[in-house]
């Protein structure tokens, strides 16, 4: 099978991925779930004129002139309004979000004035013009305007306005199910110490919190060492009730990269497996007959994150329904020069800041190459080097995706 080019392979996984249906949760638990319907204003924002101020809720035709002194009729306080007229000569007591009585059409605020005669009497200090301190009914949003888009992820800002149009419960995309399998014979799990020729597993670890990032819902299957029978036993069993499974290592060259042959004698659909891309070209792309997407990602790390990042993460977000699946690329300037490669894509550790100017800074981070993810979890974005460029010189203008 050919490879191809980073584009290609992103283009394929977001057409080979079903979207999910659709669930509804309560609230609370919307917070980080892709939104899978528009969500539409039930009342105008605000409800009534609200004064942005405390202070007098007054006619501007009374207060055209200043001093001048208007008789206090009453008081509106948030949740507790004034409902009569306000006549000629009269002011209202007003509090800030408390709604602005039927004849006033400005407020001054309480530091421009001042009571007297026991509070029946308010002296206005400044003149007001008609409009002052008040937001009118509706200024904000008006009623059964679409507020958030279907597709789009529900951030902390957001989950407010759920709430405030009465979304007690909300239409989201059901949460994928991610089994997560790592294979390798020198691997030990977490909780124990490596003897000879072995390491810990980490990937798993990795996978699964970019993953539960993605709103997944993760299976941590068993290590499955370097064995095509019980690589297979596992994947299978792990279809039944996962919508994706991201396998780690035995994808490359070698005697013991066994996860394609797998995959294979499981009939699967393979739909790439082979990548022009740096690191993390042996990423395979597949479909199990039952419909159960598989993402074999390479062994080394850094390889892991980068492929989940570009790949995994894409389907899972594409799976929800997401409106932007595939990280965004943004533009900076290289603060060091970087090295490519011939015929792959480069996708470079770096760390994005900004100068004084407001520009964006790619700072190219050391490191060891795809196995050192100890430096890797320093990085915040990938600068990425076209294929066949030799070097990028410091000060150039470079794409990076921003991970997260
Ligand atoms: P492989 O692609 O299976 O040849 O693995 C490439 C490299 O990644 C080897 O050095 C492996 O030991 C390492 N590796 C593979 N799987 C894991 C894992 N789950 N955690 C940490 N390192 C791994
Ligand atoms: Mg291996």
């Keep these: 099978m050919k490879m191809i080019s980073v584009a290609e392979a992103t283009q394929i996984v977001t057409q080979q991925t079903p979207k999910l249906p659709s669930e509804e949760v309560e609230l609370q638990h919307a917070l980080g779930r892709v939104l899978a319907e528009d969500v539409v204003a039930d009342s105008d924002l605000p409800p009534f004129d609200r004064s942005q101020m405390d202070g007098y809720a007054v006619r501007a035709e009374d207060v055209k002139c ?137 990937n798993n670890y990795s996978i699964a919190g970019y993953a539960e990032l993605t709103g997944a819902v993760v299976e941590r299957l068993p290590l499955a060492g370097d064995e095509t029978s019980l690589l297979k036993r596992q994947i299978n069993k792990a279809a039944e009730h996962c919508d994706v499974i991201v396998t780690s290592g035995g994808v490359s060259m070698g005697v013991y990269d066994l996860t394609k042959s797998a995959l294979k004698e499981l009939e699967a659909e393979l739909f790439f497996e082979r990548v022009a891309l740096r690191p993390g070209k042996p990423t395979v792309f597949a479909r199990l007959p039952n419909g159960t997407l598989v993402f074999g990602l390479p062994g080394n790390p850094v390889s892991v994150s980068v492929t989940f990042s570009l790949f995994a993460r894409t389907a899972l977000l594409a799976m929800q329904g997401a409106s932007e699946p595939a990280l965004k690329h943004e533009t900076a300037a290289l603060a060091k020069s970087v090295k490519g490669t011939s015929e792959r894509e480069s996708y470079l550790p770096a760390q994005l800041t900004t100068n004084d100017d407001g520009q964006l800074i790619a700072f190219p981070l050391k490191w060891g190459g795809s196995s050192d993810f100890v430096s890797f979890a320093l990085t915040t974005a990938l600068v990425i080097v076209p294929a066949d460029v030799k070097s990028i010189e410091a000060g150039s203008l470079v794409k990076v995706i921003r991970l997260n």
Excluded: C
């Design 66 to 202: 200043a001093p001048v002194r208007l008789r206090i009729v009453g008081e509106s306080a948030a949740g507790r309004g004034w409902h009569q007229q306000l006549e000629e000569g009269q002011a209202v007591r007003i509090m800030t979000g408390a709604p602005v009585p039927a004849g006033a059409d400005s407020v001054q605020q309480v530091e421009l004035a001042h009571e007297l005669k026991d509070g029946t009497v308010v002296e206005l200090l400044d003149v007001v013009e008609p409009g002052k301190s008040i937001v009118r009914r509706g200024a904000e949003i008006q009623a059964n305007e679409t507020v958030l888009n279907a597709g789009t992820t529900i951030n902390a800002a957001m989950m407010a306005v759920l709430a405030a149009f009465g979304y007690a419960k909300v239409k989201v995309s059901r949460r994928p199910r991610v089994g997560v399998l790592a294979t390798g014979t020198e691997l030990v799990p977490v909780d124990q110490t490596p003897g000879q020729d072995q390491i810990r597993d980490s």
